[in-house]
C-alpha cells in the first residue's frame, strides 16, 4: 500500500500521503500545503481529501488552505463541529482514494471527535491505522486537552472514554496492522512517546504500558493522569484556529516578509509593543542582541518553544533572522498560529550594529568555573532530567514555567545558568533580562559540559524509578 509519512522533527509531527490510481488523500496536514500539493503533481495525482483525526491543539493544521487550492474535501470523524464546510463522517464510514479504502474508526478520548482510520489495501486486505493522537507508539494520547475547549469534559472521563476506545476498537484488530501516529518523541501531546515513529499493533500489545490486557478501567485512568504536566498556553488557542478557521498562509507570508531599515524596526517595535523574537545560534545572541529581545535559535525546537513561552498567539512579532531564513522562520512560528509577524530586520543584527544603535551581551563561560563556585546555580532543565542527575547545589527552575521563579534570582549578585546544552539556557537569560534581571551567566556548554568536569553532582536515577 502507498502511504509515506511526513515527519516534522522540530514538532514531532507526522502527516500522511495515500495515493492509488491518482487519486490522494492527505491526513492530518501542516499549516503549509505546497509541499503536499507538490507530492501529488510528482504522482499525476489529484487530492481528493484531507482526513483529519481530530481538533489538533499543538499545530494549526493546513486543512482549509488545502481545500481552497485543492478542491479538496476535509474529513473528520463524528462529534466534530468546525466552523466550515466539511464531511463528518460517521462510525464506520468508508471513503475511496482509487482502488483503496479508508474506514472511519470512532475512538474518542484524546478528545470527543478522535478519530482512527482503517487502511485497506487494493486486495481488502487490512494494512494499518493512523490513529491521530489515540495511540501513540511507546504512549497514548493525554486526555486533558479537550477539557479546555468543552466546558463539560473531564479529564477523568476522556480517559475513561480512550481506555473504552483502545480496549473496544483498536485491541481489537489484526495484531499485523502498522500503527501510524500523529506524533513521536519530543511532542507534549503525550508523556513517554518511543522515537520510533511506526510499529505493528501486535507488538505494541506487548510493550506499551497502555495496552496492557490486565489493566481495569481504574488502573488506566490513574496511569495515565499521574505525572501529566499542564500542557502549553497555545494549546486551547491553536484548537480554536483549527475548529474556527484561520488566515492563509500566503495572506500570513504578504504581511511577515517585510524587511525593516534599523530605524523602522525600532519606530514599530515602540509604536505595536510587538515582542523582538531574535532566532540566530545562542553564541552569536549572547554576543550581541538588541535589549529586550528573546532569544529562540531556530536550531532547536523552535514552534514550541514560542508556543511555551509567549502567552498569546496574537502577540505582534518582530524577527532578526540570518539572512535568508525569514520565510523559514514566519513559516515556523505559523504552525503553531503565531501569525502576527510585523516585518524583520533587513540586513540582520549586522545592520542594528552598523547602524550604531545600543546592543547587550551575555556572558559565557567554561563549565570548570563551577570548580571553585560561591554563586547560585540555576538549572532550568525539566523536572525530570534535574531529578535523574543534577549538579550539587544547583536550583532547578525549569524553563517552561521561568516566570513563576523570577523572584529567586538574585537581583543583586552574579549566577550562573545551565540547561543539558546550552539552548534553553540562553533562551532562560534572555528573559530574564527583558525581566531587569541583568547578572546571569551561562554555562557554555551545559551539564553535557559539565558532566565532563570533575564538579560534584549527584549519581544517575533510572529513569523507571521516576
Not at 491526513?27 to 510528482?42: C, G, H, M, T
Not at 494549526?60 to 481552497?68: A, E, I, P, T, Y
Not at 501510524?180 to 510499529?199: I, L, Q, R, V, W
Request: charged fraction near 20%.
Amino acid at each position: 500500500m502507498k502511504i509515506e509519512q511526513i515527519y516534522t522533527g522540530c514538532l514531532a509531527h507526522a502527516a500522511y500521503y495515500i495515493e492509488n490510481n491518482g487519486e490522494a488523500a492527505i491526513v492530518d496536514p501542516l499549516r503549509e500545503v505546497q509541499p503536499y500539493i507538490d507530492r501529488a503533481q510528482e504522482d499525476n495525482a489529484k487530492i481528493k481529501y484531507v482526513f483529519e483525526t481530530h481538533f489538533h491543539a499543538d499545530f494549526v493544521s493546513g486543512h482549509l488552505d488545502l481545500h481552497k487550492k485543492t478542491g479538496a474535501s476535509i474529513v473528520y470523524g463524528p462529534n466534530a463541529k468546525p466552523d466550515y464546510d466539511a464531511i463528518i463522517a460517521e462510525d464506520h464510514q468508508e471513503f475511496k482514494i482509487g482502488n483503496y479504502t479508508i474506514k472511519v474508526i470512532h475512538t474518542p478520548g484524546h478528545t470527543m471527535e478522535s478519530t482512527t482510520y482503517l487502511l485497506i489495501d487494493e486486495n481488502g486486505k487490512k494494512h494499518g491505522i493512523i490513529t491521530g493522537d489515540t495511540l501513540f507508539i511507546g504512549d497514548v494520547g493525554r486526555p486533558d486537552l479537550a477539557q479546555h475547549v468543552v466546558a463539560d469534559l473531564t479529564e477523568e472521563k476522556l480517559a475513561g472514554h480512550l481506555y473504552d476506545s483502545l480496549r473496544n476498537k483498536i485491541m481489537t484488530l489484526p495484531d499485523h496492522l502498522i500503527i501510524y501516529p500523529n506524533h513521536g518523541a519530543g511532542s507534549a501531546c503525550g508523556k513517554m512517546m518511543s522515537t520510533e515513529t511506526t510499529d505493528t499493533l501486535g507488538h505494541q500489545k506487548k510493550v506499551n504500558y497502555a495496552l496492557r490486557a490486565d489493566m481495569s478501567k481504574e488502573e488506566f485512568i490513574h496511569e495515565l493522569l499521574n505525572g501529566l504536566t499542564p500542557p502549553p498556553g497555545y494549546f486551547p488557542q491553536n484548537v480554536l484556529m483549527n475548529i474556527n478557521g484561520y488566515e492563509s498562509l500566503d495572506t500570513i507570508m504578504d504581511r511577515a516578509i517585510k524587511p525593516l531599515s534599523p530605524e523602522e524596526f525600532e519606530a514599530i517595535a515602540n509604536e505595536t509593543g510587538a515582542l523582538i523574537i531574535d532566532v540566530r545560534h545562542q553564541d552569536d545572541f549572547a554576543q550581541g542582541h538588541i535589549p529586550r529581545s528573546i532569544f529562540i535559535g531556530l536550531q532547536g525546537s523552535f514552534a514550541t518553544w514560542v508556543g511555551a513561552l509567549i502567552v498569546d498567539v496574537k502577540q505582534p512579532l518582530l524577527l532578526i533572522t540570518p539572512e535568508g531564513q525569514e520565510e523559514e522562520t514566519v513559516t515556523r512560528l505559523s504552525r503553531v498560529g503565531f501569525d502576527q509577524t510585523l516585518g524583520y530586520l533587513k540586513g540582520g543584527f549586522n545592520a542594528w550594529k552598523k547602524a550604531t544603535k545600543e546592543y547587550d551581551t551575555i556572558t559565557s563561560v567554561s563549565s570548570t568555573i563551577l570548580k571553585n563556585n560561591s554563586l547560585p546555580v540555576f538549572d532550568v532543565r525539566k523536572k525530570s532530567e534535574y531529578t535523574s542527575q543534577h549538579l550539587l547545589g544547583a536550583i532547578n527552575t525549569p524553563l517552561h514555567y521561568l516566570n513563576n521563579y523570577l523572584s529567586d534570582f538574585p537581583a543583586n549578585e552574579s549566577f550562573y545558568v545551565h540547561c543539558a546544552g546550552g539552548y534553553r539556557s540562553m533562551i532562560a537569560l534572555s528573559i530574564l533580562k527583558s525581566r531587569g534581571i541583568h547578572n546571569g551567566i551561562d554555562i557554555s556548554g551545559g551539564f553535557n559540559a559539565i558532566l565532563s568536569t570533575d564538579v560534584p553532582i549527584t549519581h544517575p536515577v533510572c529513569p523507571s524509578h521516576l
